[in-house]
């Protein structure tokens, strides 16, 4: 194992970046310390593995494995496993700080990690992943643990994954440990309720913003970037509560209809047509850049980072932009969007159903005990509403964005913490 320092970012427009920025002016905002600061800004532990595995050839390939702990002041560190080609330690160590303030601004006992491989699963076999992903958690065996850190799936893992993981792990111990990961297969002991969490979220947030902004849900029209399961969830639970959903996208296009898209058509469609929208016939298909300049209330960015950016904020009439996808708004775009009067539900607020719904499913696992999808979907509901409220009433309070705001609530819980609990 290698503990190696931090290395400078050096991309500009990038959404570490973006990040940091808003983490800055949160930080100056709350009239943070200076020595406050650089702890909070700092990832507390950095651990680079290699992790040779046979391949089905029979050859040993050496792959590189990272996990970054971020923060563990407010408990074990949280934060999903991403197998990528892209994966390098700069990202991880951004997506580590994501999840620091992601799971502080709605209250949840976690600090913020996140780890990742460097390697093309599309091109590997069960058995290469099902060998690669035990190498890394025998690596990592030392980092995780239910009351250290608590991986889940991120980009390219899922529960087929995680289940190898708490197997691996709970070899380890002797015993099962099933609550050393989330976003496990139900039967493993995932959480009724963890597929829909984070469209769940997404739409409790429009919600509370549109009732702040006087926006009826049942005169409000939405477009929605992505229609994966971010997007969809949030397009079938905004249908659900009222709201015309006048445009979705994907990959293969965007599509467009202005009496409103029928979103369990879509959905229908979609699973019958190898998970794509390519050829739907329910709405007119347009430039997919045009969905986010569309002149409708609510948008929700749920596919991809930094779609919302110097290059378009000013031409965006959407009343209220709710943040499905992890950074789609750029720094740079923020300012265009506070002088244009606009709203935006920030990611690490609108998205942070998901992780809710995570911590529900340690929790269960710690008790030994499940719990029904209503239960799961109440006490979420509360959180995403009480997170929404406080991050509101603190942007009234300094007179910022929401997204300021949501920082700010995140820095000053992890800060207030640090103080309690003391250092060297
Ligand atoms: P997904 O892979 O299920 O869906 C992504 C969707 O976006 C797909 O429909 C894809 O075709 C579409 N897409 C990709 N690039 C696009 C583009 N350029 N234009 C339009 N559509 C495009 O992923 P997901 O789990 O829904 O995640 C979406 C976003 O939400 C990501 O930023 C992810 O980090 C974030 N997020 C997800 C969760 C979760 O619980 N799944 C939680 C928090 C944040």
């Known amino acids: 194992m290698a503990y190696i320092e931090p290395a400078p970012i050096k991309d500009k427009e990038n959404p570490f970046e973006s990040m940091m920025?808003?983490?800055?002016?949160?930080?100056?905002?709350?009239?943070?310390?200076?020595?406050?600061y650089h702890v909070l800004k700092s990832p507390v532990k950095q651990v680079i593995v290699s992790l040779p595995v046979t391949m089905d050839r029979g050859s040993i390939q050496v792959f590189e494995g990272y996990r970054v702990i971020h923060s563990n002041i407010l408990g074990p560190s949280k934060g999903g496993v991403r197998f990528d080609m892209d994966v390098h330690l700069d990202e991880v160590k951004a997506l580590a700080a994501w999840?620091?303030?992601?799971?502080?601004?709605?209250?949840?006992?976690y600090g913020g990690a996140k780890g990742g491989i460097k390697c093309n699963p599309r091109k590997m076999?069960?058995?290469?992943?099902?060998?690669l992903t035990r190498a890394y958690t025998q690596a990592m065996y030392e980092i995780i643990g239910p009351d250290r850190d608590i991986p889940a799936p991120d980009m390219g893992t899922g529960p087929r994954e995680m289940a190898w993981m708490m197997d691996q792990y709970s070899r380890g111990h002797g015993m099962t440990v099933n609550a050393v990961v989330t976003g496990k297969p139900l039967v493993l002991g995932g959480s009724l309720g963890r597929v829909e969490a984070t469209g769940r979220g997404v739409m409790i947030s429009a919600l509370a913003a549109m009732e702040k902004l006087r926006i009826n849900p049942f005169k409000a029209t939405c477009a929605i970037q992505g229609f994966g399961n971010v997007g969809s969830w949030a397009a079938h639970l905004l249908e659900e509560r009222g709201a015309k959903i006048v445009a979705v996208s994907d990959l293969s296009g965007a599509y467009y209809n202005e009496e409103g898209i029928n979103i369990s058509d879509a959905n229908k469609y979609r699973s019958n047509n190898e998970g794509t929208l390519e050829g739907y016939a329910g709405a007119e298909k347009i430039d997919p850049d045009e969905l986010l300049l569309l002149d409708v209330d609510v948008l929700v960015p749920a596919a991809v980072e930094d779609v919302i950016t110097v290059a378009n904020a000013d031409r965006i009439k959407a009343k209220l932009i709710v943040e499905g996808a992890n950074g789609p708004t750029s720094a740079k775009a923020d300012k265009i969007l506070m002088e244009k009067d606009i709203m935006a539900v920030p990611d690490i607020l609108a998205n942070a159903g998901g992780v809710t719904v995570s911590y529900f499913e340690w929790v269960q696992n710690r008790l030994g005990y499940k719990w029904t999808a209503?239960?799961?979907?109440?006490?979420?509901d509360r959180i995403m509403k009480d997170a929404f409220n406080k991050v509101y009433k603190t942007a009234l309070k300094h007179n910022v964005s929401l997204r300021i705001a949501a920082y700010m609530v995140a820095i000053d819980k992890v800060a207030k913490t640090y103080k309690f609990r003391g250092g060297f």
């Open 21 to 36: 920025s808003r983490f800055q002016i949160a930080a100056d905002h709350l009239g943070l310390e200076e020595e406050v």
């Open 99 to 109: 999840m620091t303030w992601k799971c502080a601004v709605v209250d949840i006992p």
């Open 125 to 131: 076999s069960k058995g290469e992943m099902e060998r």
């Open 374 to 380: 209503e239960r799961v979907s109440r006490r979420s």
